[in-house]
């Protein structure tokens, strides 16, 4: 059972778009994690968000927690093809820290 | 090696038959994780090793999957009777702590397994 579902599912973008993707949970978590996956490998971490509220930007991307920690959203400024991948956040709950809830993944597809 | 190493990288079998999955993860990462990730979906829990014991293995589908890691280090997924709903990526990864706050999951490339 996926219990973060992300929006939207799929996204086809223009080079130089911006784009927001989004992760809901009716679960409070005690932190965050978004990674990013390419056809054929494994997730690669992006960042980790632990406190409600907080922003953190990397380059062109911007990850927001929400207040009550139960959402949360990743911003891409300009996409470049370079972005493209599957997009997944991950979710840890306070007393079992080992073990992340995945959510459904966003799919994105930046082209020239 | 500098990563996490999964074998086979694909395997291919017949249902009934039984499989192993091997994970060498990087050196001195204590944690270790198996994970399965279905088509079009993000990567489902399947069981955490702290050291050579299994510390939480609530991910398990059922008694045809288990897996060990008797040194601490490298690990194997083992699934009887495998069925076609066991077609999957099985994605391993270590880390140095737990995962979310205190520690980043280190994914090695997956063993893509095939039921038919």
């Known amino acids: 059972t996926q219990l973060l579902e992300q929006s939207p599912q799929f996204l086809s973008i223009q080079e130089g778009e911006n784009l927001t993707v989004y992760c809901n949970s009716s679960s409070v978590f005690s932190s965050l994690q978004w990674y990013r996956q390419e056809p054929g490998e494994g997730p690669v971490l992006l960042v980790t968000v632990v406190t409600g509220g907080e922003v953190k930007k990397l380059k062109r991307l911007t990850f927001q927690f929400g207040d009550a920690r139960k959402d949360s959203s990743l911003h891409i400024t300009a996409a470049q093809p370079g972005d493209t991948g599957l997009y997944l956040c991950?979710?840890?709950?306070?007393?079992?820290?080992?073990?992340?809830?995945f959510g459904t993944g966003t799919r994105l597809q930046v082209t020239l | 090696g500098a990563g996490v190493s999964q074998t086979p990288s694909n395997k291919v079998t017949e249902k009934g038959k039984y499989v192993e999955l091997r994970c060498d993860p990087i050196s001195g990462h204590t944690a270790l994780y198996w994970y399965r990730q279905s088509l079009g979906q993000g990567p489902e829990f399947l069981i955490y090793f702290q050291g050579t014991g299994a510390a939480d293995d609530s991910g398990l589908p059922n008694d045809r999957f288990f897996a060990v890691r008797p040194e601490g280090s490298v690990s194997t997924l083992k699934i009887q009777r495998t069925e076609r709903g066991d077609s999957a990526v099985y994605l391993c990864?270590?880390?140095?702590?737990?995962?979310?706050?205190?520690?980043?999951?280190?994914f090695g490339e997956g063993s893509r397994l095939t039921v038919l």
């Open positions: 990864a270590s880390s140095s702590g737990l995962a979310g706050a205190t520690g980043e999951l280190f």
């Open positions: 991950a979710g840890a709950h306070t007393g079992t820290a080992s073990k992340l809830t």
